[in-house]
């Protein structure tokens, strides 16, 4: 399939080279347009506030419905899709240039029928169609636009394109409105081959997704996979800066915080510690070393993110990412989930380390939580724009005529300046000041001639100075949707705060929270919305099914909850939604869990995440969550499903550590509790051994054998020929396999009397390449001879005892290994 589209995009790239060309930046954006005057749009019925700021575009837009891909279909149009989502910097150049451009805006309501999708509010939606760009190896972002048929099927797409071509580097890089006439005429005059083109990536999109977990991989559940993934992050770690990146490209561009990296790193430490307490063997000195290289790394990047400028140190809470390695400029938008997973590392570092750093952060950051992003309801609201009056980042930053008028006090000023790095260059686009601490506290504080007291409480003071003048400036956009698994980490946050500093608001806010979403976002049957907005007469305010993070994230903070407060109802209600998890979302055939429920709105291709990015993926966390409710319930049908989930991305996880740290987290989790209770598990698996016959590898194999000649001659010697039939849909290893977990067939021979030699041949077996491993192995199917030489004592002609060793596959699933037995007389 790969090699089709290649040619594919080869025949893309001369009929429409436009499209691969159409990701070039916009210099300068210009300012954002009032629009409320302009008549309004079918988004004005929306509840998402990212739809509502498309509310008033000239576009005919459609919310994703049933009625705008009819529409295509009656008039024999072509879909745009617009995803996007209120926070998102490029999102809003490309409506300013484009969405609000009455020329653009009829080119597209006369060629188009024109869908508009907020991420946020249906991460199904934009999983698919990401997928389908990176199928297509365009990169990908957001605001992501994509052409598809009638049908919904992906036929090309790109991110943000600037309205009118622009030459780059000699080459013309088109803008929107030739993209919109080039598919145009496509549809017009070659609609076949753009149904044909559709078609290639739906499939290629559908094979991508369905790779992602293909059956279960015979890999051992051991620490080994743990110390993988620490391995591989500590090779990504930025020795100099902290945080994690590529050591090959000098850390260049974007660096994101990546709490699943912490939180498996935050474990680990607590690991080796406990390990160091309990024996005084050589492993010691070793397992002391790796506890504290692992906290150097960990303290390393909480203190230089602490310090830098992705942090708001005027008001408290995290930016989304840093634009490059020094942590000093970030992308300036403000999202929950970034805050409460940080709230959550942060409190767990202080626990460690008593670090007054991590108390005010943790502190600061709730502050900002409650001040700007919690509800009268006690839901969390989603984000915070990075955009303000036009410009990126315009609320956060100071001139230095801004700074001296805010304080007018030479000695303060020079203080705020030196400490916040305002006495040196501007850092933001040549003229403006973003601040950051250029030095711990401890080493400001002795080259001012203070104490790090004294001088925390002057720049507290100081500080407020600042964030008082900043307060008038016009405000970035609040996203008030309020979605269930964000809420979750944030109630996470909250618990592990009030838990570590023993404070009763931060647990009482969890409450509260919890409460809220138990009550207006769930069913009556228990099940989960995704997303809570109320509007006057737009009907019920929760809409849109939960999907998998929802479950698993509000899961997280419940069990987070319980462990804050031992309130028993917060496990309960942890249960029952892990209850319904597995049992809406479960895969059935296989293992894991898809990240939409069964009877969720079907798209063109179904998910199961496997990725854990800046948030968990659903599976890992989902993994986590069971093995904790295993420890706290002592519930084996949590430990049973944790168990054949842990096995299910066992596969992934070795082949890529770092895709799945937290999945790792979970595995870790499940050893330590093993190792508490190993005779529960052991008689678990002999159960599982001496079960019914049908779940094991030997049930699946016939096998036959005879010896030639029948009874062996003076010399000694027999050839015995073993046939092996396997069921259809089923396989066994070859011997050998190629692949390390793998348990190959394997055949023993042995007589009453000791036999002098025995060399058996196997045949090599078909070959099937693994793409989540990236190996070449060998299995067994249907009809196989093995062949074995046996050279017996003199006088002995007793019978032959063979005894053959499979593990039998199919594509979803293995079976216990199994012994068949059977006798030559």
């Not at 168990?643 to 299910?648: A, D, F, I």
Request: glycine share 6%; net charge neutral.
């Amino acid at each position: 399939m790969r090699q089709r589209l290649g040619k594919q995009r080869a025949f893309w790239s001369i009929s429409l080279t436009l499209l691969f060309l159409g990701c070039a930046r916009a210099a300068d954006a210009p300012p954002a347009k009032d629009a409320p005057s302009r008549p309004a749009n079918r988004l004005a019925q929306e509840s998402s506030p990212y739809l509502l700021q498309h509310a008033h575009n000239p576009v005919d837009w459609y919310p994703w419905c049933p009625e705008a891909f009819a529409k295509a279909k009656k008039e024999g149009k072509l879909v745009f899709l617009s995803i996007g989502y209120s926070s998102c910097h490029w999102c809003h150049v490309m409506e300013r240039e484009s969405f609000e451009s009455a020329e653009v805006a009829k080119l597209m309501n006369d060629w188009f029928v024109c869908i508009k999708v907020d991420r946020e509010e249906r991460p199904d939606i934009d999983n698919i169609y990401m997928t389908a760009l990176h199928v297509l190896e365009i990169h990908g972002g957001w605001p992501l636009s994509m052409f598809l048929t009638a049908e919904a099927k992906p036929i090309i797409g790109g991110t943000y394109w600037p309205p009118d071509d622009r030459v780059i580097e000699g080459e013309t890089a088109p803008g929107f409105k030739s993209v919109l006439k080039s598919m145009h005429e496509w549809q017009t005059t070659k609609a076949k081959r753009l149904q044909d083109q559709a078609d290639k990536v739906a499939t290629a999109t559908n094979a991508a997704l369905a790779d992602i977990v293909r059956g279960t991989a015979l890999i051992e559940l051991n620490r080994s996979l743990v110390r993988n993934a620490v391995v591989e992050i500590n090779n990504e770690f930025d020795r100099e800066y902290g945080g994690f990146g590529s050591a090959q490209k000098r850390f260049r561009g974007p660096k994101f915080p990546m709490p699943p990296y912490l939180g498996l790193l935050a474990d680990e430490i607590l690991h080796y510690q406990k390990e160091i307490a309990n024996e005084s063997t050589k492993l010691s000195a070793l397992r002391t070393y790796m506890s504290k290289l692992i906290s150097e790394e960990l303290d390393s990047t909480l203190d230089h993110m602490a310090r830098g400028g992705i942090y708001d140190q005027l008001g408290g809470g995290f930016h989304r990412y840093s634009t490059e390695r020094t942590w000093t400029v970030p992308h300036f938008e403000k999202m929950l989930y970034d805050n409460a997973q940080l709230t959550e590392v942060y409190a767990r570092a202080f626990e460690r380390t008593k670090s007054s750093l991590y108390r005010r952060i943790v502190q600061e950051t709730l502050a900002f939580i409650a001040r700007e992003m919690t509800s009268p309801d006690g839901g969390f609201y989603s984000a915070l724009d990075a955009d303000s009056s036009g410009s990126e980042g315009l609320f956060y930053v100071w001139t230095d005529q801004e700074l001296q008028e805010a304080i007018p006090d030479k000695a303060d000023l020079a203080l705020v300046k030196k400490v916040y790095g305002a006495d040196r260059e501007p850092n933001f686009e040549s003229k403006y000041h973003i601040p950051v601490r250029v030095k711990p506290l401890e080493e400001a504080a002795k080259e001012s001639n203070l104490t790090e007291e004294q001088l925390e409480s002057r720049l507290t003071s100081l500080r407020q100075k600042l964030f008082e003048r900043r307060a008038q400036r016009p405000r970035p956009f609040l996203d008030t949707k309020i979605l269930t698994g964000w809420n979750g980490q944030m109630i996470a946050g909250y618990a592990v705060a009030g838990r570590v500093f023993g404070e009763p608001k931060y647990l009482e806010t969890a409450a509260k929270s919890a409460d809220f979403i138990l009550k207006n976002l769930r069913s009556p049957d228990g099940r989960l919305y995704r997303t809570y907005n109320a509007r006057p007469a737009q009907g019920n305010p929760a809409r849109v099914l939960g999907y998998l993070d929802d479950y698993a994230f509000l899961t997280h903070g419940l069990l987070c909850l319980h462990d804050a407060t031992r309130e028993p109802r917060w496990l309960n209600e942890a249960k029952a939604l892990t209850d319904t998890m597995a049992k809406d979302f479960g895969d059935k055939e296989s293992s894991g869990f898809f990240y939409t429920s069964a009877d969720h709105e079907k798209l063109f291709a179904r998910t199961k995440d496997q990725q854990d990015n800046v948030q968990p993926s659903g599976n890992s966390m989902a993994a986590r969550n069971l093995v904790r409710l295993w420890t706290r319930t002592q519930d084996t049908i949590y430990r049973d499903l944790a168990l054949r989930t842990l096995k299910t991305f066992a596969g992934p996880l070795k082949a890529n550590p770092t895709s799945l740290p937290t999945m790792a987290e979970a595995l870790a989790l499940y050893l330590d509790e093993q190792d508490k209770h190993p005779q529960k598990v052991q008689e678990k698996k002999e159960t599982q051994v001496k079960g019914a016959d049908a779940n094991q590898s030997e049930s699946k194999v016939k096998i036959t054998a005879k010896a030639e000649p029948a009874k062996p001659g003076a010399d000694g010697k027999q050839v015995v020929t073993l046939t092996l039939e396997i069921d259809k849909g089923w396989h066994t290893y070859a011997n050998p396999s190629g692949l390390e977990d793998a348990i190959p067939t394997k055949v023993t021979i042995d007589s009453k009397n000791k036999l002098k030699e025995v060399k058996v041949e196997y045949p090599e077996g078909k070959a099937v390449k693994d793409e989540v491993l990236k190996v070449t192995y060998r299995v067994y199917e249907d009809k196989v001879t093995i062949t074995a030489t046996v050279q017996r004592a003199v006088g002995d002609t007793g019978p032959l005892e063979v005894s053959v060793e499979v593990q039998a596959c199919n594509d979803t699933s293995c079976l216990q290994p199994g012994t068949k037995k059977i006798k030559i007389e």
